[in-house]
């Protein structure tokens, strides 16, 4: 059955509307570099971890490209995943992959609206799960920009990686079907897909959200 990631989580009552509704990842956003109001300090990202307490698994989402704060973040929030942005040195992933063995690596690969892969993803030696995700050049969003891609492209990159793959960008409720079954990802993940009006999660959006991937 595919997986079903729920990402920036910014409280326990977030983490619980994501477990209630059988999330098999929640994303927390930890070291922030580009625009993003998803972003959390460690403090509330470790709060959060220790509530789920393994109950699903607890992807840090990060832009820090520095391996040693990036290892001490993990360290003190206790995540079993971590999400990398595509800019880091492979050196540097290098040294997260050997002082964190036990810990999941996620390499992100951007993608345009029009399906142009824009990331050399050949280059990465250490990775565990790619995730391909919309970007904004124009607002200098990497993630959570609620914009979709050619789901028909991804599907042929999605043949050609050696890793699952999760597929990002514009999902919500209402597309994920069609997204999955054009694309045939591992898994698939969510951000602004998922809030309301307000930038707040919706319960109802979550549950239905991960209702219709998994069916």
Not at 59 to 68: F, G, I, Q
Not at 154 to 178: C, H, M, R, T, Y
Not at 182 to 202: I, M, R, T
Request: aromatic content about 6%.
């Amino acid at each position: 059955m595919i997986k079903v990631k729920i990402c920036a989580n910014k409280s326990i009552e977030e983490a619980q509307m994501c477990l209630d509704a059988g999330a098999d990842v929640i994303g927390i956003l930890v070291g922030q570099e580009h625009n993003s109001n998803d972003f959390v300090d460690k403090y509330k990202a470790k709060e959060i971890t220790q509530f789920v307490n393994k109950r699903c698994a607890v992807s840090l989402v990060t832009h820090l490209t520095d391996a040693t704060k990036i290892i001490e973040l993990t360290n003190f929030i206790g995540n079993n995943i971590i999400q990398l942005h595509s800019d880091i040195a492979e050196s540097e992933v290098e040294k997260i992959s050997k002082a964190l063995p036990n810990v999941k690596l996620v390499r992100l690969i951007h993608i345009s609206k029009d399906g142009e892969i824009c990331t050399d993803y050949k280059k990465m030696k250490y990775v565990d799960y790619y995730l391909l995700d919309s970007f904004n050049l124009q607002t200098n969003q990497v993630g959570g920009t609620g914009l979709t891609h050619d789901w028909t492209k991804s599907a042929e990159l999605i043949k050609q990686l050696n890793k699952p793959v999760f597929l990002a960008g514009g999902l919500n409720p209402d597309n994920v079907k069609q997204a999955i079954s054009l694309a045939h990802p591992y898994g698939v993940d969510v951000n602004s897909g998922c809030k309301n009006e307000f930038g707040v999660k919706d319960k109802d959006k979550v549950q239905a959200f991960i209702s219709n991937a998994k069916s």
